[in-house]
């Protein structure tokens, strides 16, 4: 009989799965039109008709939504986490793992990245009023 984890512990939760469609979507970002290879090739993610994914059996859905030329060159991730706590964590953890503080908006976080033909940034649009936080993330290149 192999020992291992439960079952449920090897299942991401919505806030680790946020967080990899988040930082996925900062890599995704192109001016020349998003690459959603990254979704593609992650059996994770599950690609609906409309072109999104979808998280599996999570409320986390990335979304690429076109300029006025048509073209889609910003990776949007929404998600439904379970509480207030569980949105200040994954914050927390995204200083760590992103090895920097955000910069300070009045309704959300930008963390950027590189610099010149290589700058990105991730913005952070947290829910500080729900009781499970309807949050937001969009990756975009520069």
């Known amino acids: 009989m192999a020992v291992g984890l439960p079952a449920e512990a090897q299942e991401p939760s ?11 979507c900062t890599l995704s970002a192109r001016k020349e039109g998003v690459d959603t290879s990254r979704f593609e090739k992650d059996s994770s993610w599950q690609r609906d008709p409309d072109g999104s994914y979808a998280a599996i059996n ?11 030329d048509g073209i889609s060159r910003i990776c949007v991730v929404e ?22 503080k955000p910069l300070e908006q009045k309704d959300s976080v930008i963390w950027m990245f590189g610099g ?3 700058a990105r940034g991730l913005q952070f649009f947290p829910d500080n009023t729900s009781k499970q936080p309807q949050i937001r993330f969009v990756g975009a290149a520069f």
């Open 116 to 118: 010149g033909k290589n």
């Open 79 to 100: 998600a439904t986490l379970a509480s207030q706590k569980e949105q200040n964590e994954m914050r927390t953890a995204l200083e760590v793992l992103l090895k920097q």
């Open 14 to 24: 919505a806030t680790v799965q946020t967080m990899k469609g988040a930082t996925s």
């Open 58 to 68: 999570l409320p986390v859905r990335v979304t690429f939504p076109a300029d006025a």
